[in-house]
């Protein structure tokens, strides 16, 4: 690549160990994972990611944190004044995910990491990460349908794209996959003389009593491929001896790899953030009750597979909440607590009183995304467990797809111009799942609309008609609101009313509203 060139980073790009992970769900988690893994095992790493939630700099992390700020801007304007110097008009600057690329392979180089952990931008062939020549070892996660507008339309062609970052006699790991998928996997393996091995789920019994951070079942799957990563990264880089002794089976984890995994952490994947502001002026009650009354579990879903994913592990964490709440108390990780707020995970999550449980979903996706298929698929995998949601908020996002940084996290002070027929749009969808019948179009037709008309009484959260039936109209079981940070303060409110009720909001449908809601939350 040109780019690489300009900066004079081609010759070392061949020295960088790198782990290349494609994929339609997982690449992330499975990013994470590994560096949890190979970082307990003494190595210095480096790993590239996408998207960010909050902040760009999520998105190049070095031993486990994310750069500082400091290095980003160093690193960031170096890059740019180089290659800027040398754009022409033929030669044009590149493209922003393909600069945060280079950029990264610039850190990494840089910062001299042991490992460079790369996750693929979008596809895989012709991924801008596919500049890399001769990764150390290739992963490719759970396949699904998504992006498909780029991709193609069938699991195969998707499969394809996919296996595009196979290099040469490199090997390769993935998960069991829908043989149409697999099929071509294996196709391409075979062309490029790629060993390949299919990494079944982790067993949790392997953990040797240990809990995963990051649950879920789908989660096990990330795991497992982690784990066959680091495994083969660490032998083909001479590390091996050094971590693990002895001979290594699958059902039998060396303690390093227990550790990372259990303590793998990542931002809006089924997380779950006890809101504190209703402390603040109070921390005692805080610890005693873990500001047990607004809830949020957040995970990012918004393809299908995903969704299903999505929906067991809330469904999983709110039987969790419900055993756990007599035994233990909400552990609050020291470095979390004062950047993030107090964070709870599954296994740590507490409560002292019993107090009746509401269950919200607060949803956007963009509209690339069919939410035909994703809300009945939440709703239904939900109802399986026997959760219904009692109200759905839609609200849109406040950062956009391609902007490098989110948008503003105050309440802007003119709503009317806000276009929200696509949250309408999703509301006609819900209430359609809910009632078996179309709604009645509540608004005119362009949908601009006045702010305070868009905020529900609290009793909309509160009153008897729960559990998606019908109250004093034919629609009440969902609402659609302008902006997040009201949202977010209207939820506040209505919880400091009620404190007898406990609001549990699933957040989901895309990683930008999960990254914008935790943003507010951190307030
Ligand atoms: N193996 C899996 N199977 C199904 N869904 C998954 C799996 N792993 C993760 N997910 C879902 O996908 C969401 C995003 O996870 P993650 O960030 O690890 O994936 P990604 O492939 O990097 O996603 P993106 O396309 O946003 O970059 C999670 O919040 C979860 O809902
Ligand atoms: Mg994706
Ligand atoms: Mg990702």
């Not at 950029?103 to 895989?124: M, R």
């Not at 940070?485 to 209505?494: E, G, M, S, V």
Request: charged content about 20%; glycine content about 6%; proline content about 5%.
């Amino acid at each position: 690549m040109i780019s690489l060139q300009i900066l004079g980073l081609e010759e070392d790009m061949n020295s960088l160990n790198i782990i290349h992970v494609a994929g339609t769900k997982g690449k992330g988690s499975t990013c994470i994972f590994c560096e949890a893994i190979l970082r307990e095992c003494g190595i210095r790493t480096g790993v590239f990611t996408s998207p960010h939630l909050i902040d760009v700099r999520e998105r190049f992390r070095i031993d486990g944190i994310n750069i500082s700020e400091d290095k980003f801007l160093q690193y960031f304007w170096d890059c740019w004044n180089q290659l800027e110097e040398k754009a022409t008009e033929q030669l044009p600057m590149p493209p922003l995910f393909m600069f945060l690329t280079i950029l990264s392979f610039k850190i990494f180089i840089s910062e001299q990491v042991d490992a460079a952990i790369i996750e693929v931008g979008l596809g895989g062939t012709e991924d801008s990460t596919n500049v890399i020549k001769e990764p150390t070892v290739c992963g490719i996660t759970s396949l699904g349908m998504d992006h498909t507008e780029i991709l193609g339309d069938t699991l195969g062609q998707i499969a394809s794209h996919k296996a595009g970052i196979f290099k040469p006699k490199v090997p390769a790991f993935t998960v069991p996959q829908l043989p149409e998928a697999m099929d071509v996997i294996l196709e391409r393996a075979k062309e490029l003389m790629v060993p390949l091995e299919v990494t079944e789920p982790l067993d949790c019994k392997q953990m040797k009593g240990l809990k995963f951070c990051l649950s879920g079942d789908h989660q096990l799957y990330n795991a497992a491929l982690a784990v066959s990563l680091s495994r083969c990264w660490l032998q083909r880089t001479g590390n091996w001896e050094k971590v693990c002794q002895n001979d290594f089976q699958d059902s039998n984890l060396p303690d390093e790899f227990i550790r990372g995994l259990s303590t793998a952490n990542f931002s809006g994947r089924s997380q779950i953030v006890c809101d504190s502001s209703l402390y603040s002026d109070c921390p005692e009650i805080m610890s005693e009750n873990c500001g047990g009354e607004l809830i949020f579990y957040l995970d990012g879903a918004h393809s299908p597979e995903s969704m299903e994913a999505c929906a067991k592990w809330f469904s999983n964490a709110l039987k969790g909440y419900k055993n756990a709440s007599q035994t233990s108390i909400g552990v609050v990780n020291a470095e979390e607590s004062s950047e993030n707020g107090p964070f709870l995970h599954e296994s740590k999550t507490l409560g002292t009183f019993e107090k009746s449980c509401r269950q919200i979903l607060l949803f956007n996706c963009l509209d690339v995304r069919n939410p035909k298929i994703l809300l009945p698929q939440l709703v239904n995998e939900c109802a399986l467990s026997g959760i219904h949601f009692s109200r759905a908020l839609f609200v849109p996002s406040m950062s956009k797809y391609t902007k490098v940084t989110s948008g503003a996290s105050v309440i802007p002070s003119d709503l009317s111009g806000i276009d929200l027929s696509w949250q309408f749009n999703l509301q006609r969808i819900w209430e359609k799942i809910m009632h078996g019948k179309e709604m009645t179009p509540l608004l005119d037709k362009d949908f601009k609309i006045e702010s305070k008309l868009m905020l529900p009484p609290h009793e909309f959260l509160y009153d008897n008609a729960s559990k998606g039936g019908p109250s004093h109209n034919d629609f009440p079981c969902s609402a659609v609101i302008p902006s997040l940070p009201l949202t977010i303060k209207w939820l506040r409110d209505c919880v400091k009313e009620h404190p007898s009720t406990r609001l549990q909001v699933l957040v989901t449908g895309s990683l930008h509203l999960v990254g914008d809601v935790l943003k507010l939350l951190k307030r």
